[in-house]
């Protein structure tokens, strides 16, 4: 069936560090990755997305681009700030390329980023 | 509202108690979902609404999880006689129905805390 794996934190970085948190999936079929984010106290925001293969998605300076070869989608930023700690989930839908809704989301168990100053 | 509206934000309740969970969709939004955020397990598709579809029930863990969405807009997530294991937090979602060219992005509500002693 259809999973994503993702490294396992907490990440503690200081500011102004590179990140990367790496994120590998499997699916049957041609399926659209996603990053959500989750700051402390609030609800669950897409971050990012791609919907094929050597798509790029990118905000707020992270992007991750869809690799199909590897069937990877890595969330990497330059330069982190304070205000980037957080839960970082990455995600599988297989909806979007089968004309239609999104369909449900398979999330990885998240990454906890803390990020000092 | 503006936003997936989900109601109470926290709950606790004695084990062997039914609960009842509710989610306000985004207008428009023809599309909703239920996930289980536990500790340590990552995000979890409970159920998913589309339209006047019959639901996706493949990821409700046990019978003692329904849910129903009446009039194709507010959904109420029920849990009978809680244990222990169903404290987590419960996400409710919505997304517009769109073409791929469009894209089709999910909004998540703030959660339900449910707390079994």
């Known amino acids: 069936g259809n999973s994503v794996t993702q490294m396992e934190g907490p990440v503690t970085l200081s500011e102004e560090a590179f990140l990367t948190i790496n994120c590998t999936y499997t699916a049957t079929g041609y399926p659209s990755l996603f990053w959500y984010v989750q700051y402390p106290g609030e609800g669950l925001q897409l971050l990012l997305k791609a919907t094929k293969a050597d798509d790029k998605g990118s905000n707020k300076g992270f992007e991750a681009t869809y690799r199909k070869e590897t069937t990877s989608f890595h969330l990497e930023k330059g330069s982190v700030q304070v205000s980037d700690s957080a839960v970082y989930f990455c995600a599988l839908s297989e909806g979007v390329n089968y004309g239609g809704s999104q369909g449900n989301l398979i999330f990885g168990k998240g990454t906890k980023l803390s990020v000092k100053p | 509202g503006a936003g997936v509206s989900q109601s109470p934000s926290n709950k606790v309740t004695e084990k062997g108690k039914d609960v009842e969970l509710r989610c306000d969709p985004i207008s428009g939004h023809t599309a909703l979902y239920w996930y289980r955020q536990s500790l340590g397990q990552g995000l979890e598709f409970l159920i998913y609404?589309?339209?006047?579809?019959?639901?996706?029930k493949s990821g409700l863990p046990s019978d003692r999880f329904s849910a129903e969405r009446t009039g194709g807009s507010v959904s109420t997530l029920t849990i009978q006689r809680t244990q222990q294991e169903d404290s987590a937090v419960y996400l409710c979602?919505?997304?517009?129905?769109?073409?791929?060219?469009?894209?089709?992005?999910?909004?998540f509500g703030e959660g339900s805390w449910l707390t079994v002693v």
């Open positions: 609404f589309q339209g006047n579809s019959a639901p996706d």
């Open positions: 979602a919505s997304s517009m129905r769109q073409g791929e060219l469009a894209g089709n992005t999910i909004y």
